[in-house]
């Protein structure tokens, strides 16, 4: 099939690669969000799909939004069979969404309906979830509403971040993509309406969704921290400077009891031996193994605190 492909961040990336290695599908133009000014230099940057198709050789449309008159134009000039579309980034309006044959065929990191929303993979984390997975539907107007095409499943393993989640989840879902637009070509596949049990929604994560509530019990402050890991990263206070919390876990009692037998430490509170650094939850206490004090790379927990001159008492906030 003649595809237009659609996507904006690097997890997209492995189903334009897939697509585009595929003998059964040329991708004939991809599109995705415009340039946009990153780092301390504010330099105009390239989206890691739109530097895939500049190296590939292959067209790339960089409208506003979906709904520009132009872009709008030049698809139905492109007259592709079908659109994929893996976190493109912008809704598609109906206009649009009629324009390949078989339609906008977006790929979803979760097991739809659970999790619609633009932070699937995060939410799966933070509620504990033991599995998720990712869906190909095609796309209509709603919210991640529209009818199945395939699934496949996928394990949350103890220690996973949202990063290593969404890694193996965007590998594994670029051969479900492929092999949905597989199916779309040869009549074999047919779309069912989502169910309306089980749905669950996971917006879009803001820095402030990223602060750690140590009043949480152990369990769930480990899964908030690995679930915004890396991005936008867990963090705390330490007197009014912010400290990022780069990996930690519930501490083991051998553990809390080689810095202090039966140690019970309130929310918050720092304590460290020789091996280990604790900071108390609801529960009980946390090991942070590393951590990004304000102004300095992320490092070893103990090394930063053996360095900082850290009172008796001191609590993150």
Do not use: C
């Amino acid at each position: 099939m003649r595809v237009v492909f659609a996507g904006t961040p690097g997890v997209a990336v492995p189903s334009l690669k897939a697509l585009i290695d595929s003998d059964r599908h040329e991708v004939v133009a991809v599109v995705s969000r415009p340039d946009a000014r990153t780092g301390r230099g504010r330099n105009l940057s390239r989206s890691p799909v739109a530097s895939a198709a500049d190296a590939a050789g292959i067209e790339v449309l960089t409208p506003p939004n979906a709904r520009d008159p132009e872009f709008a134009e030049r698809l139905r000039e492109l007259a592709p069979d079908a659109a994929p579309v893996v976190a493109y980034g912008h809704l598609v309006p109906r206009s649009v969404l009629d324009i390949p044959t078989h339609g906008w065929i977006n790929l979803h990191f979760s097991l739809l309906p659970a999790w619609r929303g633009a932070a699937p993979v995060n939410a799966s984390i933070a509620s504990g979830d033991e599995m998720t997975g990712a869906t190909t539907f095609r796309l209509d107007e709603g919210m991640d509403t529209g009818p199945v095409l395939g699934t496949m499943t996928e394990t949350i393993r103890p220690r996973d971040t949202a990063g290593d989640l969404l890694t193996r989840l965007s590998e594994a879902g670029a051969g479900l993509l492929l092999a949905t637009l597989d199916g779309l070509e040869v009549g074999h596949l047919r779309a069912e309406p989502q169910t309306t049990d089980g749905v669950s929604y996971a917006g879009k994560l803001t820095v402030d969704d990223a602060r750690i509530r140590w009043s949480d019990p152990a369990v769930a402050v480990d899964r908030h921290i690995r679930s915004v890991t890396p991005a936008p990263g867990a963090w705390t206070t330490l007197g009014g400077d912010r400290v990022k919390i780069g990996s930690a876990r519930p501490a083991e009692q051998s553990e809390i009891d080689a810095v202090e037998p039966g140690l019970a430490l309130p929310p918050g509170h720092i304590r460290w031996g020789k091996k280990t650094f604790l900071v108390g939850t609801a529960s009980t206490p946390l090991k942070v193994e590393h951590l990004q004090p304000v102004g300095k790379k992320m490092m070893n927990a103990l090394e930063w605190v053996r360095g900082a001159r850290i009172e008796a008492g001191t609590a993150f906030e």
